[in-house]
């Protein structure tokens, strides 16, 4: 699976949109881009995954570079419930694999 | 939405007692399940996948005669840590996967151990 760069720590303002960005430039045509967030002592909670078409839950929005080497999880309107260990990950599809962790980003929202 | 269920979420044992944790699919069948560690302030670390009917498959340095995988039936694997030592601490997470297989890990809220 390919490796993904996230930065360690970001802040954001309660209220406001979080931006997270996470490269993943050796990322291949079968391999899907997933984000997970954990908060404090959790288990990893799925938030979306899409494979190169921007998509939007009830949680979050997923925007993918055209390249696909990049993307980044929208968080709309932070609390400070979204305050977690934010992890992007790309998979392969077509696959029951496991998925691999980086170190992920802390998003903190401040209040 | 599918349900992965751990029991219990903390635990504290003594050094060389045995202690068992439970993973189960609350509302979907997994033939599948992963067996994670996480240490403090450090990542997840796959320790093993459980696969129904057949034995797990264990990451490397993972002692598999300490770390007893059972996936007896479609709705439940167990995770057993033998002889446990003061360095076993820490947090055990389970996963599944609840449908075809590019749906999708969903997690359990994990097992905190604690061997004194």
């Known amino acids: 699976d390919a490796k993904t760069t996230q930065p360690p720590s970001m802040d954001c303002a309660e209220g406001r949109a979080a931006n997270l960005p996470c490269n993943h430039s050796t990322i291949s045509g079968n391999e899907y881009v997933y984000w997970y967030r954990q908060i404090h002592s959790q288990g990893p909670q799925y938030i979306i995954h899409g494979l190169k078409n921007n998509e939007t839950n009830e949680m979050a929005s997923l925007i993918i570079t055209e390249d696909r080497k990049s993307s980044t999880l929208i968080l709309p309107h932070a609390t400070l419930r979204d305050t977690a260990v934010y992890y992007c990950?790309?998979?392969?599809?077509?696959?029951?694999?496991?998925?691999?962790f980086g170190s992920g980003t802390q998003l903190t929202v401040l209040p | 939405g599918a349900v992965v269920s751990q029991h219990p979420s903390w635990v504290i044992c003594k050094s060389g007692t045995s202690v068992k944790i439970e993973c189960r699919s609350l509302?979907?069948?997994?033939?599948?399940m992963f067996w994670y560690r996480q240490f403090p302030k450090q990542s997840l670390m796959l320790m093993a996948t459980?696969?129904?009917?057949?034995?797990?498959?264990?990451e490397q340095g993972v002692e598999k005669d300490k770390f007893l995988i059972n996936h007896a039936s479609l709705t439940l694997s167990t995770l057993t840590v033998t002889s446990a030592h003061p360095e076993d601490s820490s947090f055990y997470i389970c996963?599944?996967?609840?449908?075809?297989?590019?749906?999708?890990?969903?997690f359990g809220n994990g097992t905190r151990l604690t061997v004194t």
């Open positions: 990950i790309v998979r392969v599809t077509g696959s029951a694999r496991q998925l691999t």
């Open positions: 996963s599944a996967i609840p449908g075809p297989s590019n749906s999708p890990l969903h």
């Open positions: 459980s696969n129904e009917g057949s034995k797990a498959t264990y």
């Open positions: 509302d979907f069948q997994a033939t599948t």
